[in-house]
């Protein structure tokens, strides 16, 4: 398996334009978990899905951030508009927690600025 | 609400030395996970080894062993044999419950090998 894919790796944004991160998640995982990681707030879960149903957003900063996942292999994180303070390494995870002993898996991350 | 403590943000040790990385949390809960995720500078993020809350036999990975401490509400993390390739951030992780759910992080202790 390929692992946990995100896209872009790289995003450099002006401020107020939206921002849309992509992940795939690893093919039979159940659980989808968006992170983000800062220098000022370390990682933190914005939100997690489960078969594809939000399960927690209470990470989710504000209503310029939505997160969906229209099937089991793809998920979306969006901002919009975009501001400096949202530049940060946003992760994508995923695991089966049954297979896994609750093992997440990560993905490469995409490093977010936006100017 | 569950918190994590990583009170060493840098620590250093010679190459094939033993160094101890420290972790307190706090929680109510009974049941839970605590793991050690790797982050080189890769910025990949690794898991390095996991404990469940109702076993009491400490978990060791090859150079890699905890001290988990219950009562104490404390998970240490010995690298032994140290090497070059163990340079990396290390964060510790909390997660409630036997079946999914979210990380919560400490701040993560930045751990350099020296030759």
């Known amino acids: 398996d390929a692992g946990v894919i995100q896209s872009p790796r790289h995003e450099v944004t002006e401020m107020g334009q939206e921002v849309t991160l992509r992940c795939k998640p690893i093919?039979?995982?159940?659980?989808l978990f968006w992170y983000r990681q800062t220098m000022m707030r370390g990682l933190e879960l914005l939100i997690y899905f489960n078969n594809n149903v939000p399960i927690d957003d209470s990470g989710m900063p504000e209503d310029r951030f939505s997160a969906k996942m229209p099937n089991a292999s793809f998920s979306t994180l969006k901002i919009q508009p975009s501001e400096p303070r949202d530049s940060a390494v946003y992760f994508c995870a995923s695991n089966s927690p049954g297979q896994s002993y609750n093992e997440q898996f990560f993905g490469p991350g995409t490093r977010l600025t936006v100017l | 609400a569950q918190t994590v403590t990583q009170s060493q943000p840098e620590m250093s040790v010679q190459e094939a030395e033993t160094v101890t990385l420290s972790c307190t949390y706090d929680t109510s809960e009974n049941n839970y996970y605590l793991f050690w995720y790797k982050q080189p500078p890769s910025r990949q993020m690794i898991l390095v080894i996991r404990?469940?809350?109702?076993?009491?036999q400490n978990a060791t990975e090859n150079r890699f062993s905890v001290n988990f401490q219950k009562a104490a509400k404390s998970f240490s993390l010995k690298i032994s044999d140290s090497q070059l390739g163990d340079t990396a951030m290390y964060f510790c992780?909390?997660?409630?419950?036997?079946?999914?759910?979210?990380?919560?992080f400490g701040q993560g202790t930045e751990l350099s090998v020296k030759p």
């Open positions: 404990q469940e809350a109702y076993k009491q």
């Open positions: 992780a909390f997660m409630k419950g036997s079946q999914g759910g979210k990380l919560i």
């Open positions: 093919s039979g995982h159940d659980y």
